[in-house]
């Protein structure tokens, strides 16, 4: 029975520990436990807002980061429609020079084709009066008495050769 109903010196005793122990604690323990809790609150506390800050942060960045993508995709389609523009206009340029080549290339060749023509025609004019002279003079050498006869075939010849 001494455990269920202790004795009075015991009560008192440990009490007076209790309360020893108590003011020990409250005045090198209590102190320093709370600090401690009180620091480790504060850093929970700074850390939470740090969290919601970074969070913030974090959904601002991602806003930015959408509308970076946007710009890059827009200045990406207009480059492209830059580049087709140009294309069209070098090769629009392109056809241009061409059909100015191409011009060129056949008044040169009509020049060069009038001239070998006129060439020609003065190379035939050149013969035709060789051929002449030379059937002038067979005619000469074989008729050589009639002068008329001479003056006609002479006059004949002529009017032959200017033919243009």
Known sequence: MDLITPGIGL???????????????????WKPILKAVHLREANIN???????????????????KEMIVRDAKS????L???G??????????AKVKAKQEAEK???SAKKDFEAEKQ???ESLKQQLA????????????????TTKKHEEIINKMLDKANFN
């Not at 008192?12 to 090198?28: A, E, P, Q």
């Open 130 to 145: 060789v051929i002449s002279i030379d059937m002038a003079s067979k005619i000469l050498e074989s008729e050589i008495d």
């Open 105 to 107: 290339i056949v008044e």
């Open 119 to 121: 060439k020609a025609v």
């Open 46 to 64: 700074d850390s939470l807002k740090a969290a919601e800050q970074a969070r913030i942060e974090l959904a601002s960045l991602e806003q930015d």
């Open 75 to 78: 200045e990406k389609l207009r």
């Open 80 to 82: 492209i429609d830059e």
């Open 84 to 93: 087709k523009a140009t294309q069209v206009e070098i090769i629009r340029e």
């Open 11 to 29: 009560i008192f005793w440990t009490t007076i520990v209790f309360l020893l122990l108590m003011t020990l604690l409250g005045k090198f323990a």
